[in-house]
Nanobody, 125 residues
C-alpha cells in the first residue's frame, strides 16, 4: 500500500484543518491506520489511530477532544479533523498503515509498516 498525505498548512491558533491520507495498492479496508507527528528536534509521536472499519479509535491525551480520526473505505482515505489548534500542534504530520490486520488499533510507532510522506502543519499564536 502507498500513502499520500495532504491538507496541511498555516493556521492561526484556535483554527481548524483537515488532513487526508489517500491509500492505494492494497485493500485499504483491511488495515488499521494511524496519524503521527514530528516537531523539529523531537521524536515522532502518536496522535490518533483507527481500526479497519472505523469502530475503534484512540487518541493521544494532548489531542483528545480536539482531533477526530475517521476513514472512508470506499474512498481509500483516512482523515484527521483538527480543531482548536494550538501552536504546540505544529509539526509534520504522517499517516501510516498497520498491515498486521489487528482488530484493535495500536499506538506503537514501531508497529506501523507503511508511511506517507508527511504534511506540514503550522499553527501561529
Amino acid at each position: 500500500v502507498q500513502l499520500q498525505a495532504s491538507g496541511g498548512g498555516l493556521v492561526q491558533a484556535g483554527g481548524s484543518l483537515r488532513l487526508s491520507c489517500a491509500a492505494s495498492g492494497r485493500t485499504f479496508s483491511n488495515y488499521a491506520m494511524g496519524w503521527f507527528r514530528q516537531a523539529p528536534g523531537k521524536e515522532r509521536e502518536f496522535v490518533a489511530t483507527i481500526n479497519w472499519n472505523g469502530g475503534i479509535t484512540d487518541y493521544a491525551d494532548s489531542v483528545k477532544g480536539r482531533f477526530t480520526i475517521s476513514r472512508d473505505n470506499a474512498r481509500n482515505t483516512v482523515y484527521l479533523q483538527m480543531n482548536v489548534l494550538k501552536p504546540e500542534d505544529s509539526a509534520v504530520y504522517y499517516c501510516a498503515a498497520d498491515l498486521s490486520r489487528t482488530t484493535h488499533p495500536r499506538r506503537d510507532i514501531l508497529l506501523y509498516d507503511v508511511w506517507g510522506q508527511g504534511t506540514q502543519v503550522t499553527v501561529s499564536s
